[in-house]
């Protein structure tokens, strides 16, 4: 496997973020109009798997992990990767998506093919590349996918541990949001966001399908801010996920000094967090 260097995460610029799931720069990006295409091709990889798990690789010691657990609940992995690895591991009946191909961005993250599900399969799990789940967890959230119907979604509600006063009052509520720690969604409810202007990516006031009429004030321009949305405006069936996140090697002190991929490696030991969740035998 080889690397590129890349830069820490906050230093990827607006014009060069056009594959992290920003509307703020895809809105009017000419790359819009490779869409369909691009999706046709992704949803040709996945002809005949019914439970596809995109397991996003910025770390490929990570990312096996990740297989290895989406295999052990009975999902189908479907590798995609950020432009600092060129050839992810791949274990056997994993699945290879280059969703940069038709594009060419100089980076794309886990969001941007979350946007366009309803283009190319009836339904996708997902996680962050960063999260490891127990066994216990991951086969509550296999029943849970398993289970989820054609316009459901189901996510993790992210809340501030603050006192219920605090959560509820106006000035914190606008950074509620379904959190793309780990998820799945279906077709029908891909569709519906993408029609009400409510997905996944970031500023989704920039979103061609947002209509402003609906909102008192301009919503935050966080990830899954647009999930919440869809729920709370559109009548969107979110099932929210009761799982630990104690697995999840969160990035925000280190984002400033070091790319993801390096955060994982010098700042979290995958060795440590496995063993913590009892996952010594998928190392």
């Given at each position: 496997?080889?690397?590129?260097?890349?830069?820490?995460?906050?230093?990827?610029?607006?014009?060069?973020?056009?594959?992290?799931?920003?509307?703020?720069?895809?809105?009017?990006?000419?790359?819009?109009?490779?869409?369909?295409?691009?999706?046709?091709?992704?949803?040709?990889?996945?002809?005949?798997?019914?439970?596809?798990?995109?397991?996003?690789?910025?770390?490929?010691?990570?990312?096996?992990?990740?297989?290895?657990?989406?295999?052990?609940?009975?999902?189908?992995?479907?590798?995609?990767?950020?432009?600092?690895?060129?050839?992810?591991?791949?274990?056997?009946?994993?699945?290879?998506?280059?969703?940069?191909?038709?594009?060419?961005?100089?980076?794309?993250?886990?969001?941007?093919?979350?946007?366009?599900?309803?283009?190319?399969?009836?339904?996708?799990?997902?996680?962050?590349?960063?999260?490891?789940?127990?066994?216990?967890?991951?086969?509550?959230?296999?029943?849970?996918?398993?289970?989820?119907q054609d316009g459901e979604t189901a996510a993790?509600?992210?809340?501030?541990?603050?006192?219920?006063?605090?959560?509820e009052h106006p000035k914190y509520r606008k950074?509620?949001?379904?959190?793309?720690?780990?998820?799945?969604?279906?077709?029908?409810?891909?569709?519906?966001?993408?029609?009400?202007?409510?997905?996944?990516?970031?500023?989704?006031?920039?979103?061609?399908?947002?209509?402003?009429?609906?909102?008192?004030?301009?919503?935050?321009?966080?990830?899954?801010?647009?999930?919440?949305?869809?729920?709370?405006?559109?009548?969107?069936?979110?099932?929210?996920?009761?799982?630990?996140?104690?697995?999840?090697?969160?990035?925000?002190?280190?984002?400033?000094?070091?790319?993801?991929?390096?955060?994982?490696?010098?700042?979290?030991?995958?060795?440590?967090?496995?063993?913590?969740?009892?996952?010594?035998?998928?190392?």
């Amino acid at each position: 496997m080889t690397k590129k260097v890349y830069k820490p995460m906050h230093l990827i610029n607006e014009r060069s973020g056009a594959g992290t799931g920003n509307w703020g720069v895809m809105r009017f990006h000419p790359a819009m109009k490779l869409i369909p295409k691009a999706a046709e091709n992704w949803g040709r990889k996945l002809e005949g798997i019914n439970k596809p798990w995109l397991c996003w690789c910025v770390n490929d010691r990570w990312c096996i992990l990740q297989q290895k657990l989406v295999k052990a609940v009975g999902w189908t992995p479907v590798v995609g990767k950020d432009e600092n690895i060129d050839n992810p591991t791949l274990l056997k009946d994993s699945v290879y998506i280059d969703f940069n191909k038709c594009f060419n961005f100089s980076k794309i993250y886990m969001h941007f093919p979350l946007e366009w599900v309803f283009l190319f399969a009836k339904k996708l799990a997902f996680w962050h590349s960063d999260l490891i789940l127990s066994i216990k967890d991951m086969k509550k959230c296999a029943e849970v996918f398993n289970n989820l119907q054609d316009g459901e979604t189901a996510a993790v509600e992210s809340k501030f541990r603050l006192f219920r006063y605090f959560w509820e009052h106006p000035k914190y509520r606008k950074y509620r949001r379904f959190f793309e720690v780990v998820g799945c969604t279906t077709k029908g409810a891909s569709k519906s966001q993408y029609e009400h202007g409510c997905g996944w990516w970031r500023h989704i006031y920039k979103h061609p399908n947002y209509n402003a009429n609906d909102f008192k004030r301009m919503p935050h321009s966080e990830h899954g801010i647009g999930i919440r949305y869809w729920k709370e405006k559109y009548g969107g069936n979110v099932i929210a996920l009761k799982i630990s996140l104690k697995g999840h090697a969160a990035a925000y002190k280190t984002r400033f000094i070091r790319s993801k991929e390096e955060d994982l490696e010098t700042t979290y030991s995958l060795e440590k967090i496995a063993n913590s969740l009892n996952l010594q035998q998928f190392l």
